[in-house]
């Protein structure tokens, strides 16, 4: 497929954690060391959001309502992208998406289906 592939998701209380994981399929893996990737989500009746980014040179880019609870890594080698989040809350419920950043910020056309983040009492 052509598209990049999230999984890690799950139902969680307040406070806790997860690892998001995002993989890059054999037939993009020539693309993704090129590229900055970034982790979104999206709310139901929401507007998809930018959480987090990270250069290949492992520079990172956080929200502001995420920042210090998140951590975005990458194994280039491997081509994947993770997302550590810590002192999760209600508000960050959401599906979450991966995909390789543009120059000008634009996400390219390598949408997954996603993996759902829940946290609620």
């Known amino acids: 497929q052509l598209n990049l592939v999230e999984s890690g998701g799950g139902s969680v209380l307040p406070g806790g954690s997860l690892r998001l994981r995002c993989a890059a399929p054999?037939?993009?893996?020539?693309?993704?060391?090129?590229?900055?990737m970034a982790w979104y989500r999206q709310a139901p009746g929401k507007q998809r959001e930018l959480v987090a980014r990270?250069?290949?040179?492992?520079?990172?880019y956080y929200s502001d309502s995420v920042r210090g609870r998140f951590t975005i890594s990458r194994d280039n080698s491997r081509k994947t992208v993770s997302l550590q989040m810590n002192s999760l809350k209600p508000d960050d419920s959401a599906v979450y998406y991966c995909?390789?950043?543009?120059?000008?910020?634009?996400?390219?056309?390598?949408w997954g289906q996603g993996t759902q983040v829940t946290v609620s009492a």
């Open positions: 995909n390789a950043v543009n120059s000008d910020n634009s996400a390219l056309n390598y």
């Open positions: 990270i250069t290949t040179e492992r520079s990172t």
């Open positions: 054999r037939a993009i893996t020539s693309v993704f060391n090129m590229y900055d």
